[in-house]
């Protein structure tokens, strides 16, 4: 019945076997080093967000906005070829550039701070 009550003992993590840590002390330290790491990824993502905002910023700023193409339509008549492409503009607010340089920076000195 002692070697029943040992096994008992040791499954519940009561005791200690030469120098290995209890289950319930090995749980937390495995516990708070995945803590860590997420907390480390998300302080990782948050200057990844800042960065991209305090680029998109002042792109908006030095250029004003940005266009792409909407449509594109191509017509071949025999060997002749054309192509119509319809550009469109957005302008970027400078409100807009503004307070993605600002919350850029605001999510930088947040993520420094952890």
């Known amino acids: 019945m002692g070697e029943s009550g040992e096994g008992l003992r040791s499954q519940a993590g009561i005791r200690r076997k030469s120098g290995n840590l209890a289950w319930p002390a090995r749980v937390k330290m495995q516990a708070s080093g995945q803590l860590d790491s997420v907390i ?3 302080m990782v993502m948050t200057r990844i967000i800042g960065i991209i905002l305090i ?3 002042t792109m908006g700023l030095i250029y004003g906005g940005f266009s792409y193409t909407k449509d594109k339509h ?3 008549i ?3 070829q054309f192509s119509l492409a319809e550009k469109e503009r957005v302008n970027v607010p400078v409100w807009a550039g503004a307070g993605g340089i600002a919350v850029g920076v605001i999510l930088l000195l947040i993520g420094r701070k952890r």
Do not use: F, S, W
Request: charged letters at 40%; glycine letters at 16%; proline letters at 0%.
């Open 40 to 42: 480390e990824r998300k």
């Open 78 to 80: 025999g060997t002749l």
């Open 55 to 57: 680029v998109a910023g």
């Open 74 to 76: 191509d017509l071949k």
